[in-house]
């Protein structure tokens, strides 16, 4: 072991700080590394690899495990809550305070847009999945090839645990903010299933126990993380919008307190004591349209600060492109995700309306 290296390795153990460790080395670490955990109380040993920068895996060592968790946070790099959530998580493993139960994959996504508190360098790194990285001009850039070697770590977590039992529990909480604000503060985004599972009552129920009761159900394929993972190895998987974009040391931790203790809960294989399903307790959407960008001269017309889930009367103009006009056609429909400054050819804007699920 290189000295540098054993001086990565004691400062990971020692303060558990990951995410220090990834801003350091926002490319390339200089040496990959594990080691073995023992936890001073119950003496259960944790496999820890580190596998790149922003990615490490825990694993659960003699002892069975029947899930796979995927936990992953800046995919865009200003998102700063998901990733604290996730330091503080990899932290209190580290140091013995979560006694873990299941395998867990932690994905710090974009390190290089964290340093400069950017969503993303050159692209939209979540816009590049399902093999989008390799379209059009290829790995191109560094957001593409992240992208796949991202998709590569997943692959191989879920494949590892296959081989460990064939009836596993997968899963992926892909943990973001939005750019503005919401009337619902907090929502998750349920991936197009292309008919290969039911809508799950009982992870709408464990969203319900992370504070989140708005569930956006997707109705078609996109490029997107979650919908890679649920898509590709049929993993339950979402899409989870916690609140709004701040800036490092300005999100208040005690807004996502529900959120962190639910996925402790899970990682630590503890009882979620998750109520029956009623539909009453949440709002459910579908998405209506998706409006892209098709022109230099594109319009949203409505004002900066209008909130996600704000709904506009019947033949209200939305957004001008170009000549094309795109007006509300559905009563409470409602706006989502706008953002006019993306690149020709990219979503500017969704729209959503009410639905029953169940």
Do not use: W
Request: glycine content about 6%.
């Amino acid at each position: 072991m290189t000295p540098k290296l054993q001086k990565l390795q004691q400062q990971l153990q020692q303060d558990g700080d990951f995410l220090a460790i990834t801003r350091q080395f926002p490319k390339q670490l200089p040496e990959l590394f594990n080691f073995t955990l023992t936890h001073p109380q119950t003496q259960a040993q944790t496999l820890v690899s580190v596998l790149d920068t922003g990615v490490i895996c825990f694993e659960p060592i003699n002892q069975e495990t029947d899930s796979d968790i995927v936990l992953s946070c800046a995919v865009h790099g200003n998102e700063t809550a998901p990733i604290e959530i996730c330091q503080q998580l990899i932290r209190e493993i580290i140091q013995g305070e979560l006694v873990l139960k299941q395998r867990v994959l932690f994905l710090f996504g974009n390190p290089p847009s964290i340093n400069i508190g950017e969503r993303f360098v050159e692209e939209n790194l979540n816009r590049l999945f399902s093999g989008a990285h390799s379209d059009g001009e290829g790995l191109c850039n560094d957001e593409r090839i992240r992208a796949k070697a991202l998709e590569d770590y997943i692959r191989e977590f879920f494949d590892q645990g296959s081989h460990i039992s064939g009836d596993r529990s997968r899963y992926h909480y892909d943990l973001h903010t939005a750019i503005r604000g919401s009337k619902n503060d907090k929502f998750a985004v349920y991936p197009f299933l292309n008919g290969r599972r039911e809508h799950s009552k009982q992870q709408l129920q464990f969203l319900l126990s992370c504070g989140i009761n708005t569930i956006l159900i997707s109705n078609s394929p996109t490029t997107t993380f979650s919908y890679f993972s649920t898509n590709e190895f049929n993993a339950h998987a979402f899409t989870v919008e916690l609140g709004k974009v701040m800036p490092f040391g300005e999100n208040d931790m005690n807004n996502f307190a529900k959120t962190k203790q639910a996925l402790s809960r899970l990682l630590g294989d503890q009882d979620l004591v998750l109520s029956e399903y009623d539909e009453t307790q949440f709002n459910l959407f579908e998405i209506y349209k998706t409006i892209n960008r098709e022109n230099e001269d594109f319009i949203l017309h409505f004002a900066d600060e209008a909130e996600n889930f704000t709904d506009y009367p019947m033949d209200h103009l939305l957004a001008t492109d170009g000549d094309i006009e795109h007006r509300v056609t559905v009563p409470g429909e409602a706006i989502i995700f706008p953002n006019a400054n993306v690149a020709i050819g990219q979503r500017a804007l969704l729209t959503v309306r009410p639905i029953k699920l169940f």
